[in-house]
């Protein structure tokens, strides 16, 4: 009998995952998540871009007025289109409202779970759901107290530059992580992050990154994600842009 012919236990963790296209991913990021152990699923609908207005977000305190500042002059985006932008704001919006529940669900909810699992549609594991359900569990088991994010996916965040402790070999100490197509947050990471996370000021993954490298928040990351995004739905970044985005926060203020 293989691996992956096995059940595995219920991780007891609420997963959300960000869903706007009916094209099969749905279903398949379903089935995944249940054979690592996800068992409490939802899937959120996003933002539409078309709806967003700009002007009152800014005036509510979601948005930054100098967005544009950060990601064209602090990142050198300066070719952006005001439509890649919106879905940019979009996606942050997701992910604001995801932790404003959490931070407050978690104050007055009896047996809440302490973690929540964040994921979008288009994941793919890494590896059989057996092996990706047991390091996540060690994983989780070994995180320190002080603990606010947990990364099982995510991309431009070197060894040299991460720290890590030999007596837990599946977690190190992120330094700059970005992509944030699967995280795990706390909740007190995530009621730090409903503070942090307002105004947004640049793209998501760079927000969350600078915030790791300031350590305003504690982030960890599976040493082997488990999951990574899947180009068969149509996934695609620029690469070359996402690793200049790395050099910008030793320089923003």
């Known amino acids: 009998m293989s691996d992956d012919d096995h059940t ?5 963790i609420p997963a959300l995952v960000f869903n706007h296209i009916q094209d099969g991913r749905r279903a398949s990021a379903e089935g995944m998540l249940r054979a690592v152990g996800f068992r409490d699923i939802t899937f959120q609908p996003t933002y539409e871009t078309e709806t967003l207005d700009l002007a009152a977000l800014e005036n509510s305190g979601r948005v930054s007025t100098n967005w544009d500042y950060f ?6 985006w300066n070719d952006i289109s005001n439509t890649s932008k919106m879905r940019y704001i979009a996606h942050a919006l997701d992910f604001q409202d995801v932790i404003e529940r959490h931070a407050t669900a978690a104050d007055g909810s009896p047996g809440a779970s302490s973690w929540i699992a964040v994921f979008e549609d288009d994941i793919v594991l890494t590896t059989s759901p057996v092996h990706a359900h047991k390091r996540l569990v060690e994983a989780l088991s070994s995180l320190p107290r002080d603990a606010d994010v947990l990364y099982v996916e995510w991309c431009f965040d070197t060894c040299q530059e991460s720290s890590f402790n030999t007596k837990y070999p599946l977690i190190s100490l992120a330094d700059k992580p970005h992509c944030s197509a699967g995280v795990l947050f706390s909740t007190q990471g995530a009621r730090k992050l409903d503070r942090l996370l ?9 927000v969350f ?31 070359k842009k996402q690793a200049e985005v790395r050099l910008v926060f030793s320089t923003k203020s």
């Open 8 to 12: 595995v236990s219920d991780l007891h």
């Open 209 to 239: 990154a600078h915030l790791c490298y300031e350590r305003a928040i504690i982030c960890y990351k599976l040493r082997l994600p488990i999951f990574t995004q899947n180009l068969k739905w149509g996934s695609n970044f620029d690469f």
């Open 198 to 206: 307002r105004p947004i000021d640049s793209t998501i993954d760079s």
């Open 71 to 76: 990601v064209k002059e602090k990142m050198g």
